[in-house]
């Protein structure tokens, strides 16, 4: 059985997609170690001196998903990828704030690579988490509130196997369902691209998250490159 998958029909339409997705157990997430915190903050120094001036939609990889996001007919700029919106907020006002242990290592990564890295909490997660075009049936819950929403219809969306979705609007916002707490010790992480030649930027966040949730989080970890030809793991 899987644990992630991507639909046929996203398969089809997005033929440059390549995603490393990690399935996690027994991990800790402690609040973020000292050693961690300084290797965060390093990094975000190191990226934004290496951005400078740049303008984020100059960066190969942020504008692949901007026209991903814009394929499905949203506005790339009103709902960001959540590495641009990481992005934005690191070169405007100078910092990313630490949250926990599994939330920072995500951003650290993201932030590297300028790629989104999600990380679902497993805990009301039924089945394996789909990544599709949404019906507008499905249940979704933002943070902060026990509201329920639904997807409008066609936008891509992850959800489980009760319709209840983890992420909207592909990598714009996770669910309060799915959110990294400090209980978490089981999740799926994500990490994807559009880009061209992405499989070596995919390879490499990959293996960091690897290398950065083995030392801080602990845990066992099952891990593939996802692409057309090996959709699931």
Aim: net charge negative.
């Amino acid at each position: 059985m899987s644990s992630f998958q991507y639909d046929t029909k996203i398969i089809q339409d997005y033929p440059n997609l390549t995603a490393g997705v990690i399935v996690a157990s027994g991990m800790s997430n402690a609040p973020t170690a000292p050693e961690l915190l300084e290797a965060y903050l390093g990094e975000q120094e190191g990226v934004k001196n290496r951005i400078g001036s740049t303008p984020l939609s100059e960066l190969a990889s942020l504008a692949a998903w901007r026209r991903a996001i814009s394929a499905f007919g949203v506005s790339p700029t009103k709902y960001r990828s959540a590495a641009e919106a990481l992005l934005r907020r690191l070169t405007k006002k100078g910092d990313i704030p630490s949250i926990n242990t599994l939330v920072d290592i995500g951003n650290l990564v993201s932030i590297r690579y300028g790629l989104p890295v999600a990380i679902f909490d497993r805990r009301e997660i039924q089945g394996a988490i789909t990544v599709h075009y949404a019906a507008g049936s499905e249940a979704y819950m933002e943070l902060g509130s026990d509201e329920i929403m639904h997807p409008e219809v066609g936008e891509v969306i992850f959800s489980d196997e009760k319709q209840m979705v983890v992420a909207r609007r592909w990598c714009w916002r996770q669910s309060a369902t799915s959110a990294a707490n400090a209980d978490t010790s089981n999740a799926v992480v994500t990490v994807e691209a559009h880009h061209e030649d992405s499989k070596a930027d995919i390879e490499n966040a990959l293996s960091d998250l690897l290398e950065l949730l083995r030392a801080h989080a602990g845990g066992d970890f099952n891990a593939a490159v996802l692409n057309a030809e090996s959709p699931a793991i």
